[in-house]
């Protein structure tokens, strides 16, 4: 049986196949679109193994929908269910939409650990000595990180189904997938900032705590937005969580959807436009 080649492997493999505008020193290379393709695509393939070989980095992604939809809809799900003006099964129409939108924040912490345990192992210090684009190693994490998220949001429809959720619309279903990697991929450029800028990961975890734990909760995700403070309604309102939340839900089951889905595509174009940026320069400029 032959052997299964490592992530560092891969990675040279790409490099030396490389085109030779690709191949200069990593000082003063001016890496074509094709090369950051192969680059970003070794990268990835890099990646992917390194779960092949760590499977346990898979259980947040399969653990996650089903301990999270279970808590919800069997805790929860009578009490809010009657203030919606049904019961249980009228909250999980209720709350595995707006679940979606959670998987799409929570999972996107991961980028900023992995990167930030990266950097530590003195992996980022090998990729930054090589003739590769910076953004192809960030591009690479993202796109990884949206099939975790993807592989999460399989694990929570079969969930939902098994405890009665009914998909009104499939086409809508697609739509939601789509709206939440957009608005994950988004999220994912403000955690990689944190993985290079944090000295470690259990910094990036906390950090991450502090500005995901008011944004779910904060939100319609749960439970309905009408009963809460006039002051944590405002909030709510400029939430990106709750209008993901709300066009999940229009999608899914019925409902307006057009105000909530520009306004979260809105918010995701903003925070790549900004985030983006400062991630790739800041990796650029680690010392």
Same mark, same amino acid.
Request: proline share 5%; glycine share 10%.
């Given at each position: 049986?032959?052997?299964?080649?490592?992530?560092?492997?891969?990675?040279?493999e790409?490099?030396?196949?490389?085109?030779a505008?690709?191949?200069?020193?990593?000082?003063?290379?001016?890496i074509?679109?094709?090369?950051?393709?192969?680059?970003?695509?070794?990268?990835?393939?890099?990646?992917?193994?390194?779960?092949? =070989?760590?499977?346990?980095s898979?259980?947040?992604?399969?653990?996650m929908?089903? /301990?999270?939809?279970?808590?919800?809809? $069997?805790? !929860?799900?009578?009490s809010?269910g =009657? %203030?919606?003006?049904?019961? =249980?099964?009228?909250?999980?129409?209720?709350?595995?939409?707006?679940m &979606?939108a959670?998987?799409?924040?929570t999972l996107?912490?991961g980028?900023?650990?992995?990167?930030?345990?990266?950097?530590?192992?003195?992996?980022?210090d090998?990729?930054?000595?090589l003739?590769?684009?910076?953004?192809?190693?960030?591009? @690479?994490?993202? %796109?990884?990180?949206?099939?975790?998220?993807?592989?999460?949001?399989?694990?929570?429809?079969?969930?939902?189904?098994?405890?009665? !959720?009914?998909?009104?619309?499939?086409?809508?279903?697609?739509?939601?997938v789509? &709206?939440?990697?957009? !608005? @994950?991929?988004?999220?994912?450029?403000? !955690?990689?900032?944190?993985?290079?800028?944090?000295?470690?990961?259990?910094?990036?975890?906390? /950090?991450?705590?502090? /500005?995901?734990?008011?944004?779910?909760?904060g939100?319609?995700?749960?439970?309905?937005? @009408?009963?809460?403070?006039?002051?944590? =309604?405002?909030?709510?309102? $400029?939430?990106? &969580?709750?209008?993901?939340?709300? @066009? %999940?839900?229009? &999608?899914?089951?019925?409902?307006?959807?057009?105000?909530?889905?520009?306004?979260?595509?809105?918010?995701?174009?903003a925070?790549?436009?900004?985030?983006a940026p400062?991630a790739?320069?800041?990796?650029?400029?680690?010392s």
């Open positions: 049986m032959s052997a299964q080649p490592s992530p560092a492997t891969t990675l040279n790409a490099l030396r196949t490389a085109p505008s690709a191949t200069a020193s990593a000082a003063d290379v001016r074509t679109l094709r090369g950051h393709l192969r680059h970003t695509g070794a990268l990835v393939r890099r990646n992917l193994l390194w779960i092949r =070989q760590d499977p346990e898979m259980f947040d992604a399969l653990l929908p089903v /301990v999270f939809t279970l808590l919800f809809v $069997y805790v !929860f799900g009578g809010i =009657q %203030a919606l003006g049904g019961g =249980q099964e009228r909250y999980v129409q209720y709350v595995i939409p707006g &979606l959670m998987m799409s924040m996107s912490q980028v900023g650990t992995g990167f930030s345990q990266d950097f530590n192992s003195g992996v980022m090998r990729f930054r000595s003739p590769i684009g910076r953004g192809s190693v960030l591009f @690479a994490k993202i %796109a990884v990180e949206l099939g975790r998220m993807l592989f999460a949001t399989a694990v929570l429809m079969v969930v939902a189904v098994l405890v009665g !959720f009914h998909i009104s619309s499939w086409p809508g279903l697609f739509a939601t789509g &709206l939440s990697a957009l !608005f @994950a991929s988004s999220i994912m450029w403000v !955690f990689l900032t944190l993985g290079v800028m944090l000295k470690s990961a259990q910094s990036v975890q906390g /950090v991450g705590f502090l /500005v995901l734990f008011p944004l779910q909760f939100s319609s995700i749960f439970a309905p937005t @009408a009963s809460m403070p006039g002051w944590l =309604q405002a909030f709510t309102d $400029y939430n990106p &969580l709750s209008t993901l939340a709300d @066009a %999940a839900r229009g &999608l899914m089951v019925g409902g307006p959807v057009a105000h909530d889905l520009w306004v979260t595509v809105g918010w995701a174009v925070i790549t436009a900004v985030m400062v790739i320069h800041k990796f650029r400029t680690k």
